[in-house]
């Protein structure tokens, strides 16, 4: 088994109160690491994570920010720098929002929503964090199979996510010289708040029969292609978008 060690430098991991994103910044609090994690409505979720996480004192810290605007994002770099007085080297592009629907009652604001959360956010951090970075940094995207294969259901959040596959790739070719790597993680059907009770049940259902290894994913599962990619042991990949998805698809 491989035991990442990211000698306390600074990770920021978007939307870590609670589901994946949590997951990720826990394994990263446990590989040695140091966390600003965001979140930015659901204040029961965020108790409960700083609750949950107050073993590792001051080495996480919990903000309120909506990744789609400028100014909450360029705070929390200066956030960070004040609170570990260490700039940020690993940005973790996780937040997002998916809202299941019937197409044709798919409005103009739900669409907006739907791209400022899941790509302007992205965007946003990602060229806040080349801005700020001397040399070296990693930036893990969590994109998703439905943009991949596109989705029936929410068609706005299938879009995002493959354009998010290619925004990691643009970032990998524009923070090379920089040694700045940007690859992506897509995930399958992974257990958490994202789907409500019924959504859930149905999916567990169709997972055991429709996906190879016949269940749905963890979040812990998808962290450990995070903690991969942003290591040291993936130092010549960039550019990649790794599935953690069971089998159900092979691109
Ligand atoms: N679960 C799956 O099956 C699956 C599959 C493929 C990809 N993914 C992707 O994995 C990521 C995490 O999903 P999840 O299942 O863990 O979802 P989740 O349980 O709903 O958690 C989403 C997190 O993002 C935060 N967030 C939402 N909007 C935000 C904003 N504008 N600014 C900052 N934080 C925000 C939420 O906090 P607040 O509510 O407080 O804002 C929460 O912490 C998403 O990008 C999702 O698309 C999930």
Redesign the pocket.
């Known amino acids: 088994m491989i035991t990442f060690n990211f000698d306390s430098k600074i990770a920021l991991v978007?939307?870590?109160?609670?589901?994946?994103?949590?997951a990720i910044a826990k394994a990263l609090l446990e590989a040695n690491c140091q966390v600003i994690g965001?979140?930015?409505?659901?204040?029961k979720?965020?108790r409960l994570c700083r609750q949950d996480f107050e073993i590792y004192g001051n080495r996480f810290h919990l903000v309120?920010?909506?990744?789609?605007d400028r100014e909450q994002a360029k705070a929390l770099f200066a956030q960070a720098e004040a609170y570990f007085e260490k700039p940020i080297s690993y940005l973790v592009?996780?937040?997002?929002?998916?809202n299941q629907g019937d197409f044709l009652a798919l409005t103009d604001e739900q669409w907006d929503n739907t791209f400022?959360?899941?790509l302007k956010?992205p965007f946003i951090l990602s060229q806040e964090l080349m801005k700020q970075t001397a040399h070296g940094a990693a930036i893990v995207n969590?994109?998703?199979?439905?943009g991949q294969i596109g989705g029936n259901k929410a068609p706005d959040?299938a879009a995002t996510?493959s354009a998010l596959i290619s925004l990691t790739r643009s970032i990998a070719r524009l923070g090379a010289d920089l040694n700045i790597r940007s690859n992506a993680v897509?995930?399958?059907?992974?257990?958490?708040?994202?789907?409500d009770d019924d959504q859930l049940n149905a999916?567990q259902q169709e997972a055991s029969k429709a996906i190879p290894l016949k269940r749905?994913?963890t979040?812990e599962e998808?962290a450990n292609a995070v903690l991969f990619l942003l290591s040291d042991t993936s130092s010549y990949i960039t550019g990649h978008c790794i599935n953690v998805n069971g089998g159900m698809y092979f691109g």
């Open positions: 978007t939307g870590s109160s609670r589901g994946i994103g949590k965001t979140y930015s409505r659901d204040e979720s965020a309120k920010s909506d990744v789609s592009n996780n937040a997002g929002i998916l400022a959360v899941n956010g969590i994109s998703s199979v439905g959040y996510k897509a995930p399958g059907w992974i257990a958490t708040d994202i789907f999916l749905m994913g979040s998808v």
